[in-house]
DNA sequence: CACGTATATGCTATATAGGGTATATAAAGG
DNA sequence: CCTTTATATACCCTATATAGCATATACGTG
């Protein structure tokens, strides 16, 4: 459980990172406003603190959290590489290849295409 | 398995995304570029799929796949409230708090700090 | 110091994703 | 047709993340 994307796999752990955008929290605020057990609550804070999506201040009792910019920076930058890319495809080639059979049979099912005769498979070395 | 997020938490999987950034790939390609056996490509390949991430044509023998941008722009779409965050702290606040005990205990271990006496916790409801 | 509040942690059970291997399907070509 | 090439799938196995529950720890207060 490295990688900052398995981290945010999880979806109780977004809803935390997503509450704390807001404004930092405390367990007790965490647990009552995503209705989620606080052992639950703890354990991903636990796993989000250490992977530095987030940090904590003892404040008596209470433990308050708030958000680390650092890791979702991290994804941030690993998304830039494909912005690149839609930006280069503004959707013109892609839409084109969909439209005309979409529905037909989806994406899911991999699409026939017409082609020339190939030029015979060459045996791979 | 049904979020995006779950879907590029598979380090194989990120990487086959990244290898299509530049160009669509058939099987073959994929399976000698990322060195991981074909059946493995295949199922991730399907995974990616069926999420919409790729879609492939036929050609022959061979099935053709290349990057779909709807998945990848909805996590970009995620991050757009994270943005807002780091811009607004623009680390001025972040650093002021960190830097004074930074590597003293880290933020993965609960940082002590002096406050006033609290108001006394109210009973909860 | 006993008690209540706040949070963390230990333990167990379970589900499920991913790897490996073998095999099925399908298309081309001789 | 039989073989080769290319890809998909079925099956089994294992590792591990998460939930749930119980309990420990820690702080503050009367």
Redesign the interface.
């Known amino acids: 459980m490295e ?1 900052v ?2 981290i ?2 999880e ?1 109780n752990r ?1 809803a935390i ?2 509450l704390l ?1 807001s404004s930092e929290q405390s367990v ?1 605020e965490i647990e009552r406003r995503l209705r989620m057990p606080q052992p639950t609550v703890s354990k991903h804070l636990r796993v989000l ?2 992977a ?1 999506f987030v ?9 308050v959290y708030r ?3 650092g890791p ?2 991290e ?2 930058a ?2 830039a ?6 930006a280069a ?1 503004v ?1 013109a080639l ?1 839409r084109h290849l ?1 439209r005309m059979d979409r529905e037909q049979h989806g ?2 099912t ?4 017409n ?1 020339k005769k ?1 030029p015979r ?1 060459k045996p791979r070395r």
Chains 1, 2 share one sequence.
């Open positions: 990688s994307f398995e945010i796999a979806p977004r990172l997503s955008v007790g603190r250490e530095g940090e904590s201040t003892v404040d008596a009792q209470r433990r958000l680390k910019s979702l920076k994804i941030d690993w998304l590489q494909f912005r690149r890319f839609w495809h959707d892609e969909d994406s899911s991999p699409t026939k295409i082609r190939m498979p």
